[in-house]
């Protein structure tokens, strides 16, 4: 069965700097998506971006980005001049392409704060 | 289109009664799922439609809990006989084709 870790329960960053949220995940499919979803506080989890695994690039979204290592079943994404508006839980999910199953797989979250 | 629309927002029930939920889909949305979080984790799946059929189910789903999708549009999650530990967030949602998951706002639901 798949799996999704994130072993970050909370990480923190300073408004206007980098940040990296860390998922790893283990499968025995060549075939997938990976997607990290943002959940603000009491609002709608809503996607961030999105990872083809049959893509080697990495998939960016203005200021978001991942680090898609398939070999290692690494998926981390990074965040670039960071706002207030993007404290929020990250989630990092799988979903098969080849097993029938249209099941997404969530990991347990990290929680961001943004310093301002 | 205003996107997944769930319904009511916030439950509260004694122990042992019975509650429904319902899930609105984006119409075009052939694929619907129900997902439970509890505070400060992430989403448990329950179950997922496609169209009306009730493709795969939880293992960890108690038979108390049921889901429908009759018309292979709104659905409804029931949970029947509630226990303290079924106090959660019911997220819904829609997807077709290649499209990501596309969630609702949610409902709370707390058994006192």
């Known amino acids: 069965a798949q799996t999704v870790t994130q072993s970050q329960p909370e990480m923190s960053v300073q408004e206007a700097e980098t940040v990296t949220l860390s998922c790893t995940y283990d499968?025995?499919?060549?075939?997938?998506?990976l997607f990290w979803y943002k959940q603000p506080p009491s609002r709608q989890m809503i996607l961030v971006i999105r990872?083809?695994?049959?893509?080697?690039q990495n998939a960016t979204e203005n200021r978001f980005s991942v680090n898609f290592q398939k070999a290692a079943k690494s998926f981390s994404l990074k965040i670039s001049d960071s706002q207030l508006g993007d404290a929020a839980m990250y989630f990092c999910?799988?979903?098969?392409?080849?097993?029938?199953?249209?099941?997404?797989?969530f990991g347990t979250g990290t929680r961001l704060k943004v310093l301002a | 289109d205003t996107g997944v629309s769930q319904n009511p927002r916030h439950k509260i029930t004694k122990r042992g009664q019975n509650v429904t939920f319902r899930c609105d889909p984006i119409?075009?949305?052939?694929?619907l799922y129900w997902y439970r979080q509890t505070l400060g984790q992430g989403p448990e799946f329950l179950t997922y439609?496609?169209?009306?059929?009730?493709?795969?189910k939880s293992r960890l789903l108690s038979d108390r809990f049921s889901a429908e999708r009759p018309k292979g549009s709104f659905s409804t999650l029931e949970i029947q006989r509630t226990e303290q530990g079924d106090s959660a967030m019911y997220l819904c949602?829609?997807?077709?084709?290649?499209?990501?998951?596309?969630f609702g706002s949610g409902t709370r639901l707390t058994v006192v």
């Open positions: 949602a829609s997807s077709v084709d290649r499209d990501p998951l596309t």
């Open positions: 499968t025995s499919e060549s075939d997938y998506y």
């Open positions: 990872q083809e695994a049959y893509k080697q």
């Open positions: 999910a799988y979903r098969s392409r080849t097993s029938g199953t249209y099941k997404y797989i």
């Open positions: 119409s075009e949305h052939n694929r």
């Open positions: 439609f496609q169209n009306e059929a009730q493709l795969e």
